[in-house]
């Protein structure tokens, strides 16, 4: 069991948690600031910048997992933070009466193509290991990390994909930071201090989190996809739901969606810097079968919410929007699958 008890472990997952969740809020915060002065525009700030901080938690803890031969922890944890990520979208839509759908741009739907399209290779790279790799690193990843590069170019080149102008003119609103009029007095020095600071605490915590989520994994004989797909997903995500329900406050709603989708992207190119990470080989190679069933969990929760995006959908019933309900619905019954799959 190894030379802690289960309830250190749990003690240790918790606190390296709640730095990793405090430090990435801060991520979010400042990267959203440092967006909003330099003119970005929402849907390509929300695909690159702020899912970029709000991913940074992945990165390290993935990167630290596979580092500790973890190989299903560190998969699990990016297939399953894909699909709490579309399980935040639900929430944040019932919470905001189903305002969200039918509030942001149809560009979303290229953003949740992309991310589909990468978890389906990254699949195909279980299902089907090519046995082809550049040094111990697996083609498949280098694949993913290149079709998303031109993913973000192209997307980079699109524009009025987001929210309209009220004159019609189909230019993306610029992105609204949340930062209270306190914080608008800092300069741009600071929140980039301040990014870089968050993303340090991140550093040292993520080792932990990941050291501790094996050691449940291996003291309660669960298996590391589930407790990554469910412990390491939830938290991991967490300034995701941070960042996406203070944007959707202050009605920055695709900056929010944006956010998510493209944090789903982002998370397969974070399986390079896994498999880079771990030295034994390819490191879709080396994980469970249950992983099929949390990948192919993410590509079901994306399809629905993709399919809301481009409905727009209104109707409710008894208070109720459907997709964000049927997303919820299918996340639970996924981990269920995760569950019987992992054990």
């Keep these: ?58 990165v390290a803890t993935d990167v630290s997992a596979a580092l500790e031969g973890a190989p299903d ?17 639900a929430i944040i839509d019932l919470v905001h009466r189903g305002r969200v759908w039918p509030g ?86 600071y929140e980039v201090a301040r990014f870089g600071g968050a993303a340090l605490v991140i550093l040292v915590a993520a080792p932990f989190l990941a050291l501790s989520g094996k050691g449940i994994a291996d003291a309660t004989g669960v298996g590391q996809t589930f407790v990554g797909a469910l412990l390491l997903a939830v938290t991991t995500s967490l300034p995701e739901l941070v960042a996406s329900l203070a944007a959707i406050r202050i009605g920055a709603y695709d900056l929010a969606v944006g956010n998510l989708f493209g944090s789903n992207a982002l998370n397969m190119t974070i399986l390079f810097a896994a498999d880079a990470a771990y030295a034994p080989g390819p490191i879709l190679a080396a994980v469970a079968p249950a992983q099929v069933v ?19 959908t209104r109707t409710r019933i008894r208070r109720l929007e459907p997709d964000a309900f049927v997303v919820l619905v299918a996340y639970v019954v996924l981990i269920g699958a995760i569950w019987e799959a992992s054990t």
Aim: aromatic fraction near 6%; proline fraction near 3%.
């Design 294 to 312: 949390a990948g192919v969990g993410a590509i079901l929760l994306m399809a629905i919410a993709l399919a809301a995006v481009v409905h727009g």
């Design 73 to 89: 922890l560190a998969v699990g944890d990016l297939f399953g933070s894909s699909m709490a990520n579309m399980a935040i979208l």
């Design 104 to 189: 942001v741009g149809i560009g979303h739907a290229r953003l949740a193509a992309v991310a589909i399209g990468l978890t389906s290779v990254a699949l195909l790279g279980i299902l089907v290991p090519s046995g082809i790799s550049i040094g111990w690193v697996g083609l498949d990843t280098v694949l993913i990390v290149a079709a998303y590069v031109a993913a973000a170019a192209w997307m980079s080149r699109s524009r009025g994909e987001g929210r309209r102008t009220r004159d019609g003119s189909g230019e993306i609103l610029a992105p609204i930071g949340w930062s209270g009029p306190e914080e608008a007095r800092h300069s741009l020095r």
């Design 1 to 58: 069991m190894g030379p802690y008890e289960l309830w250190q472990w749990i003690a240790i997952f918790l606190l390296a948690g709640g730095f990793v969740v405090v430090a990435g809020t801060v991520l979010a915060r400042s990267g959203d600031e440092i967006a909003t002065r330099t003119g970005l525009g929402g849907l390509l700030v929300g695909m690159l910048l702020l899912a970029g901080a709000t991913s940074l938690p992945e």
